[in-house]
């Protein structure tokens, strides 16, 4: 089975600065994915980051960018020149690239705080 | 133009009551989903539907029963509510291929058991 560890409950930044979320997971299969989910208050699930494990170059997406290190399991999320609609909290997830058997497995979360 | 939609988006009702869920995706994809967020935010898969055919099942009580008449839909039905009950309910769906891996979620429906 996969599981997906967020080791950081919580975490503040300020303002424009740079912040990064931890994420690691475990596996024995070697095709997958692994996201980025965004969930401001608002309650609704936004796709922030995908990762494909047959890729080595890490996905960016504006000021979204992580830093993905497949042979330690570590998909880290960092968040440069932060604003304040960035408060939310981030799932890190994972999905085997089964086709329709697959299942997205979540992480516990981290709560983001951007303070001016 | 929403693209997966769920109602109610709240739902207060009282224990030993059967109340449903509604989920349409408008995406044309081929797998829909249902996800619990307990109070401690933490999201887990409940069931998915591939082109109508159940594929996944988590040990979810058989009180809880998903219904897909069609592709694009996929509604939940519980009966006998309890308190426990009480979660956040994401409907999502993803086209289910190979590379398409994507899950799209709807806003939620935050049911309160009392």
């Known amino acids: 089975a996969q599981t997906v560890t967020q080791s950081q409950p919580e975490m503040s930044v300020q303002e424009a600065e740079t912040v990064t979320l931890s994420c690691t997971y475990d596996t024995s299969e070697n095709n997958y994915y692994l996201f980025w989910y965004k969930q401001p208050p608002s309650r609704q699930m936004i796709l922030v980051i995908r990762q494909e494990a047959y890729k080595q170059q890490n996905a960016t997406e504006n000021r979204f960018s992580v830093n993905f290190q497949k042979a330690a399991k570590s998909f880290s999320l960092k968040i440069s020149d932060s604003q304040l609609g960035d408060t939310a909290m981030y799932f890190c997830?994972?999905?085997?690239?089964?086709?329709?058997?697959?299942?997205?497995?979540f992480g516990t979360g981290t709560r983001l705080q951007v303070t001016l | 133009d929403t693209a997966v939609s769920q109602t109610p988006k709240y739902l207060v009702t009282q224990m030993g009551n059967d109340k449903s869920i509604k989920c349409e995706q408008n995406l044309g994809h081929d797998t829909m989903y249902w996800y619990k967020q307990d109070s401690k935010k933490f999201l887990k898969i409940m069931f998915s539907?591939?082109?109508?055919?159940?594929?996944i099942n988590e040990t979810v009580p058989n009180r809880f029963s998903p219904k897909s008449p069609d592709k694009a839909h996929l509604n939940l039905h519980i009966n006998s509510l309890e308190l426990g009950d009480s979660a956040v309910y994401f409907c999502a769906s993803s086209q289910g291929d190979r590379g398409h891996t994507e899950a799209f979620f709807g806003q939620g429906t935050r049911l309160t058991v009392v």
């Open positions: 539907y591939n082109n109508k055919e159940l594929i």
């Open positions: 997830a994972f999905i085997l690239n089964t086709g329709t058997a697959s299942k997205l497995t």
